[in-house]
């Protein structure tokens, strides 16, 4: 098998907003707010991976313990000769934990962040030559599809680090519904939720003490410095993260610290002192009330893991 990774480009279809009139719609609201897609350029990639090292964030080391302990289970519900679709494939560290017990035919990794995706699904092939890997380029929040010559017995989209909590309840159900359509019949989705825990562990994971977290969220204002040529002061803002207990869900926010005004072409967004970009919301579930939101989407949950502290969860769901 070679090593080359088979690369598609599926923004070269896609019509909808651009980064920069996402921000223009997204500044002009009230309350302001951008969706958490746009953290991840190459820097924001980066920096995520190192959030995921950090001893305050649960998410990634619980997930991957869960998924050490299940793969030779998930294999078993999955079969052989799979695809295996990653979506915000990332740096590809978990679906490492899955590649050796399920042995699909192909890979698929699907990520909006084009050259941290190729240089990951590069590390992928030169590490299992037997596996014929593909890079899709693409934003799979507004659509996925499976690119041409990609196939296998049976499909699988691995969806892992509860991403699926960016998304509002309704927006998670709309987005599952939206991707079983995507996929083949008899098709299953094995996705990564995490759980409704003690609010200070919540709010830790997301306010680390080396303040990664803090510059990841910051990076997002310094990538309309770089793509758009911003007029912004990026030291006139400052990291906000907290538990909505009401909504269920972790805020991450940008708070102006004084009277400024952020300008992108010819538009001009005034900030009050103490005034809130919203960048990104991370909803919590329950195990039964994720299954339940995944049943209204067209899924049977077949299996769901989860580590002994009960900090986070595995579902495995199937189409047929």
Known sequence: MSTAVR???QHADETGPSFRDDVIAGLARFPKALSPKYFYDERGSLLFESICHQPEYYLTRTEEGILAEAAEEIAALVGPESLLVELGSGASHKVRLLLEAMRPSRYLGVDISRDFLLRSTRRLAADYPWLEVHAAWADFSERLRLPPGVEGRRVVAF?????????????????????????????GVLIGVDL???????????NDAAGVTAAFNLNLLERMRRELGASVEVDGFRHLSFFNEAASRIEMHLVSECRQTLVVDQHRFAFAPGEALHTENSCK???EGF???????????????????GLFSVHYLSND
Do not use: T
């Open 159 to 187: 969806f892992p680090g509860s991403s699926i909590g960016n998304f509002s309840p309704a927006e998670a159900e709309a987005f599952l519904a939206r991707l079983r359509r995507a996929l083949p019949p008899a098709s």
């Open 291 to 309: 299954q339940a939101l995944a049943r209204r989407a067209g899924y049977r949950p077949d299996a769901v893991w989860s580590d002994a502290e």
């Open 285 to 287: 579930y329950s195990r």
């Open 196 to 206: 409704i825990k003690d609010h200070d562990i919540l709010e830790a994971a997301y």
């Open 7 to 9: 690369f598609h480009d």
